[in-house]
């Protein structure tokens, strides 16, 4: 992943060095766990743990000679380590340190993701609780319905994360496995005891049962819940732009001083936050797809799946930290316009208490078809602007003042109906 989109806490956990040392924690692993079983000296392994080191730069150049990334790893290790290397990548295959050292950096990426969402969750359900009574109207295919409040907006939001947060610690649980198990799985040259210790050593638990590599079905679907989370995020974000257009100007993301909208229009103050958000969700959805084709490799393994991964995993991790860490800033200086979000609940002089006015009608005794309609057509009449408001026109409806009081019209027309039980809602999520 480009620079520009890195924070370096979760750009660290992709580097080549960072790699090699995951690489290197594994083989030690199992060495230290051969060693507890009587397979290998004790000292032997000492000596490893006290020599064995690695130079990325050395690791590569060896590689351009061997073309084998693990080959030119074990051979620059045992440069540091000399005659007891020989007990290093004992009845291993490659794919025992790939898989494992890959679960370990996935696990620690997901931890890393885990923490910024506990961020967001912290921001959303404090934006929430300033906004819980900030009234606004809601909106169903784009066009206005009932009255809601921002901060049930939010609250929704706030739920969706949670969701996802959930869904993440599920994945990190089925993330966590290794596989010390040998060239097709069946621990022909390692025993299973090995496997256990070294992979309890490193956190993890020993995949139920691995062919020469961990099954990709994991990969993808770890991948596939980062997708889910984006698109969570990517939803925050376009509601956020449709709110923010010139015409609605409900919210608005923060505009700091110096900051320029465009090199021609020096009026604008545009969403670019939330535009990025989208931007970046269509890169780690599409990510999500190439997860699920790797799935579906040949026999007990072929390397097809090495190339995606190798862009995929480390960009889809980069990114999604990267979408939270904009979200939280997004979402905490987010401007909030109630006069605004009041002006546009009203420009049809109420229109949006229809539903309120029919189920009065109905109350009285009037029957549904007939309410249905005569609201309709007076919500009609005032949605084309073509003679007075909706309260003025049902005000002045005869056969609506046949059935409803002045009082009773008045109180069709309380946004706090709409609102009478969102509490419930907020004492949920603990707002």
Not at 262 to 276: D, F, G, L, T, V
Not at 300 to 308: P, T
Request: charged share 25%; proline share 3%; net charge negative.
């Amino acid at each position: 992943m480009i620079e520009r989109y890195t924070l370096p806490e979760m750009g660290n956990l992709w580097t080549d060095a960072y790699k090699f040392k995951t690489w290197l924690d594994v083989e030690i692993a199992v060495c230290e766990a051969q060693a507890d079983l009587g397979y290998i000296p004790s000292d032997a392994v000492r000596e490893i743990k006290a020599k064995a080191n690695f130079d990325p730069k050395r690791v590569l150049e060896i590689e351009a000679e061997v073309r084998h990334d693990v080959i030119a790893f074990l051979t620059n290790v045992n440069e540091y380590v000399g005659d007891a290397g020989r007990y290093i990548h004992l009845g291993m295959t490659s794919s025992d340190v790939l898989d494992t050292a890959l679960a370990l950096q996935m696990v620690s990426s997901l931890d890393l993701i885990l923490q910024r969402l506990e961020d967001l969750i912290v921001v959303i359900r404090q934006k929430a609780g300033e906004h819980r009574y900030t009234v606004m109207i809601g909106r169903s295919h784009g066009i206005h319905a009932e009255p809601i409040t921002f901060g049930f907006k939010l609250a929704g939001w706030l739920a969706e994360v949670l969701r996802n947060k959930e869904r993440l610690l599920n994945v990190r649980k089925t993330t966590a496995v290794g596989k010390i198990s040998g060239a097709v799985g069946t621990y022909a040259n390692i025993e299973p005891r090995v496997e256990a210790l070294a992979c309890e050593k490193l956190g993890l638990k020993p995949d139920t049962a691995s062919t020469q590599v961990i099954s990709r079905d994991i990969h993808a679907e770890y991948v596939q819940q980062l997708a889910l989370l984006a698109a969570s995020l990517e939803r925050f974000a376009v509601e956020i732009r449709n709110l923010q257009k010139t015409d609605v100007l409900e919210v608005e993301e923060y505009f700091s001083k110096g900051q320029k909208g465009s090199s021609a229009m020096p009026h604008k103050r545009n969403p670019i936050r939330s535009e990025r958000l989208t931007g970046m969700a269509r890169m780690i959805r599409s990510y999500a797809v190439a997860a699920v084709e790797n799935v579906a490799l040949w026999h007990e393994r072929d390397i097809s799946h090495s190339s995606v991964e190798r862009v995929m995993l480390p960009d889809a991790c980069i990114l999604t930290h990267f979408m939270i860490f904009e979200s939280i800033d997004l979402i905490q200086n987010l401007l909030v316009y109630p006069d605004n979000m009041a002006r546009n609940m009203n420009c049809y002089g109420g229109v949006v208490f229809s539903q309120r006015v029919m189920l009065t009608l109905v109350e009285k005794g009037m029957r549904r078809e007939d309410a249905y309609r005569i609201v309709q057509e007076n919500a009609h009449t005032a949605w084309n602007k073509i003679d007075g408001n909706f309260r003025d026109l049902i005000t002045h409806d005869a056969r609506v003042k046949e059935q409803l009081s002045s009082t009773e019209i008045d109180a069709c027309f309380n946004p706090q109906h709409h609102l009478q039980h969102l509490d419930e809602v907020y004492q949920r999520l603990g707002i």
